[in-house]
């Protein structure tokens, strides 16, 4: 016979709620439990069991108050270390409050994203050709060079040598750009100290962030973190001691600093051994200077004088070799252009006496000039960005280009294939930049919509028998003079008038919008830090996929070349096929990696030393200048 304890959990409970009794048998009354002591004890265990929940729900508070006062401390060190690329989302889903209304794009902004979109070219330009330096070849040089990657218009994604091309274009226009209008508003005073503010802070805007960069590269190097590339680049010395490599990093930034040194294209040029890719930073000092230089000497002449004389120095620069330099006046020429001939000047003004249908015709034809012209411009410039840098001259495509009459002398040195590339990079950097300057713009989501829908028709006048020509084209006047924007219309719109609200957006140039997404402006941002770092970065971490992997595939190679005893030509062959996957599939996750590791680096090297150093530059100059 069993007897349950009525607190404990009925049938299924354990054995020790059932206490055994024998009946007609003596019971020992130490080992007997009466049914009140189990009451008892019941009673007991449920307090201990409400004070344990207790101290449980007190122990979770303590420990839940314990890790919100970690994230709060560590909350800054997480938001300063993780890129905008990750924090962006994560601020927008969690805090309403940090969301902004998009900020309205300056009429330059094309030129910030396609610079972000260069910097990030330079990187895709070093990182691809230690995986195949085979795309520095032309294409269809020999029948083995027969590459996708190496055809024309396509090389742009990878075109380095063009990008930088296109920095100091970009450099020469937009450091002059403010003084040029205080000129042509004959601002005398305001110019002078743009010009003025404007050379204090160039090298500090240039080599602060250079100082913070190498310095950390300096110490990586000592610790074992540079890795050796494939190639013969110089590595950077490993020293004794943390002192010792300093001292010798120290030396080696004073070296770039200087701004006296002798520079002249690519035959002499020395970055610094801890980044080689520095060689452009004094390139873009001694550019800076002399656009300077130039609007100081011509800024009380008259304008067709200052764009003559700066032709001429364009053209003697040239001549002599210095490409790169030349390129900062050009900057200074379109940016004189811009102002000349605003891109968004309507160029169709004709006098009153003409009649409507004329004039019509003739904004017709000036609009459809402007894309011809514009868009050939754009497509000529990309070809010759994409001049190959081996054997560019003997190139299907490039032939033309070899012509003496066409190229001065100095760049045509036939055992220098460097010379005619970057001088054929330089002039298709220009025509790209005057091409984004002056394309119009184009409703791409009416053309679009209108493709994807085949609404494509007329209007229904152009369609009716009944009218003549001349009535049709004096409908296509009324039409557009009632779309056209209004002097009144301050960008509110009213309810008579929707289509001028809805058609601001689409006033934005075609080729233009290439550069004002998001994408194109967060590189813009970073693009100075991508440059910076994109060189550590592949040595750090690119090269640790590109030695083993090169080390397989030339095995795999040698074996095909050469097959052991007892290994066929077709296994070899299949060896050899294999091989070439796996290397493609190490050169794809390497890629990904190496750019996540990259945009998170330049993120975070931005935040937190770029734009300061931008800051504490313009900081140092209002406290350095006098107030008169």
């Known amino acids: ?102 900020k309205r794009l300056s009429p330059t902004a094309y030129l ?9 070219t330079v990187y895709i330009f070093h990182i691809t050709y230690l995986w195949y330096p085979s795309l520095r070849m032309g294409y269809m040089v020999t029948p083995a060079y027969n590459w996708f990657s190496q055809m024309s218009m396509i090389r742009i994604l ?15 226009y937009v450091l002059t750009i403010r003084s040029l209008t205080m000129i042509y508003q004959r601002k005398n005073d305001q110019f002078l100290n743009t010009l003025v503010g404007s050379s204090f802070r160039r090298p500090l805007r240039l080599y602060l962030p250079i100082v913070a960069s190498t310095f950390i590269i300096a110490v990586m190097v000592h610790f074992g973190y540079y890795i050796k590339d494939p190639t013969r680049a110089l590595v950077p010395p490993v020293k004794a001691t943390l002192g010792e490599q300093l001292q010798h990093w120290f030396w080696d930034l004073v070296a770039l600093i200087y701004p006296f040194k002798s520079i002249k294209g690519r035959e002499n040029i020395a970055g610094m051994i801890y980044d080689g890719h520095l060689w452009t930073i004094p390139v873009e000092f001694q550019g800076s200077l ?16 200052h764009i003559a ?30 102002i000349i001939v605003p891109a968004a000047k309507q160029h169709d003004e004709l006098p009153t006496s003409i009649t409507p249908v004329a004039r019509n015709i003739f904004r017709r034809c000036m609009a459809a000039f402007r894309y011809v012209w514009t868009f050939s411009f754009f497509l000529l410039g990309i070809h010759m960005m994409c001049f190959p840098e081996i054997k560019g001259a003997i190139t299907p495509g490039f032939k033309w280009m070899n012509n003496p009459t066409l190229v001065s002398p100095y760049y045509l040195d036939r055992g220098n ?5 970057l001088y054929w990079n330089a002039i298709g950097a220009i025509l790209f930049i005057i091409a984004l300057m002056y394309f119009p713009p184009v409703n791409a989501g009416r053309i679009f919509r209108s493709l994807v829908r085949c609404d494509i028709r007329m209007p229904w006048y152009r369609t009716n028998p009944a009218l003549n020509e001349q009535e049709k084209m004096e409908m296509d006047e009324a039409l557009s003079s009632a779309n056209a924007p209004r002097d009144s219309d301050n960008g509110e719109g009213s309810a008579s008038q929707p289509a001028v609200s809805l058609n601001l957006e689409n006033r934005e140039p075609f080729l233009q919008r290439l550069f004002t997404t998001s994408v194109s402006q967060y ?34 190679e ?25 290397y493609g599939t190490s050169f794809i996750w390497g890629m990904l990696v190496n750019t996540f590791v990259l945009l998170w680096v330049s993120d975070v090297f931005n935040r937190l030393v770029d734009v300061p150093a931008v800051r504490f530059t313009r900081w140092i100059s209002e406290k350095s200048f006098r107030n008169d």
């Open 1 to 102: 016979m069993t007897f349950t304890d009525p607190f404990g959990e009925g049938l299924g409970s354990s054995a020790d709620s059932q206490i055994p009794l024998n009946d007609g048998a003596d019971q020992n009354p130490e080992h007997v439990t009466s049914p009140l002591l189990m009451s008892f004890r019941s009673a007991r265990n449920s307090v201990i069991s409400v004070i344990g929940d207790y101290v449980d729900e007190e122990q979770e508070q303590i420990w839940r108050d314990k890790a919100s006062r970690i994230f709060a401390y560590a909350r800054p060190v997480l938001f300063t270390i993780l890129p905008g690329f990750i924090l962006s989302p994560i601020q927008y889903y969690t805090c309403k409050s940090s969301r902004t209304t998009p």
């Open 158 to 172: 990878h075109s380095g040598r063009s990008s930088v091309a296109v920095f100091f274009v970009i450099s020469g």
């Open 112 to 120: 910030d994203g396609l610079r972000g979109v260069a910097a990030f």
């Open 309 to 338: 004389a700066t032709m001429l120095v364009v053209y003697w620069l040239v001549h002599n070799g210095e490409w790169d330099k030349a390129l900062f006046p050009v900057g200074l020429l379109l940016a004189e252009l811009s």
């Open 417 to 421: 294939d460097d010379r005619i590339q």
């Open 290 to 305: 002399l656009v300077f230089m130039l609007l100081l000497i011509f800024a009380r002449a008259r304008r067709w004088i």
């Open 523 to 556: 590189l813009g941002q970073l693009s100075y830090s991508l440059y910076l770092w994109h060189g550590m970065v592949n040595h750090a971490v690119g090269v640790r996929w590109i030695n083993p992997a090169q080390v397989a595939l030339a095995q795999a």
């Open 558 to 582: 040698a074996v095909f070349r050469q097959p052991p005893a007892g290994i066929s030509s077709e296994v070899a062959l299949e060896g050899l096929h294999k091989a070439i996957s796996i």
